[in-house]
């Protein structure tokens, strides 16, 4: 029997190869994406994460048109890095509709066909939810928030069978901005993603944590490290 994930953020990225790498595993793929990629493999649902009407109706229709998810990862996020002083108001709130609110409706309105399907549900954290730096109050935030509500729906959810992983994901190679060699592939994420989904049946890997295996050396070694936290 055909397999089916659904995925948000799936139009570049991590989130494009994670679908493609299931899809050619063999599943059929939903997509929930604010600017379509047009591959109709992709199975694109038009949805602004950042507009709760438009998730709470993505859900509906996913519910209606489908009887079983097995797979769910959400991944979409947007990074406003700004200043706390500089942050627009719209940045903050773009920043915790789309990264932590839309993931809080999804994970409610969908839970009735999680339930039946024992969906394994990945959320993608990231290590700006732990390691805080200067103008990401709005991206660490939310990001930090998101680990929060990713343990407790793992404590609400595991009677009924299902399985949840919060990937807390250090630098990928989601867009050319330098330092490739030294970030995680999208390929080797979405590799690591199907195995986790078919892992052990018995274990919960509630988080994870994923670093480049090859980071960049800092300027600073030891101890004086501690100078700059």
Not at 15 to 35: C, D, E, M, P, W
């Amino acid at each position: 029997m055909e397999k089916t994930m659904l995925i948000t953020g799936s139009n570049r990225g991590t989130g494009y190869g994670i679908a493609q790498y299931f899809h050619n595993k063999g599943f059929r793929i939903v997509s929930l994406n604010k600017t379509l990629k047009e591959e109709p493999w992709l199975g694109e649902i038009e949805c602004d994460l950042s507009k709760r009407e438009d998730v709470i109706a993505a859900c509906k229709l996913i519910s209606h048109n489908h009887n079983r998810i097995d797979v769910c990862v959400l991944n979409a996020a947007i990074r406003r890095l700004s200043y706390i002083e500089e942050l627009s108001e719209t940045d903050w709130e773009d920043s915790v509709s789309t990264n932590y609110s839309s993931i809080f409706y999804m994970l409610k309105y969908l839970l009735p066909l999680f339930k039946v399907s024992n969906t394994y549900t990945i959320v993608m954290g990231s290590h700006a939810g732990s390691h805080y730096f200067e103008g990401g109050a709005a991206y660490c935030s939310t990001k930090a928030a998101l680990k929060a509500l990713v343990e407790v729906f793992i404590q609400e959810t595991r009677e009924y069978g299902m399985r949840t992983t919060f990937i807390n994901a250090g630098a990928i190679n989601n867009r050319p901005k330098g330092n490739e060699d030294k970030k995680m592939q999208p390929e080797s994420i979405a590799r690591f993603l199907f195995d986790l989904v078919h892992s052990n049946p018995e274990i919960i890997f509630g988080e994870i944590e994923l670093r480049p295996a090859l980071p960049l050396k800092s300027n600073e070694q030891g101890i004086s490290k501690l100078q700059y936290i």
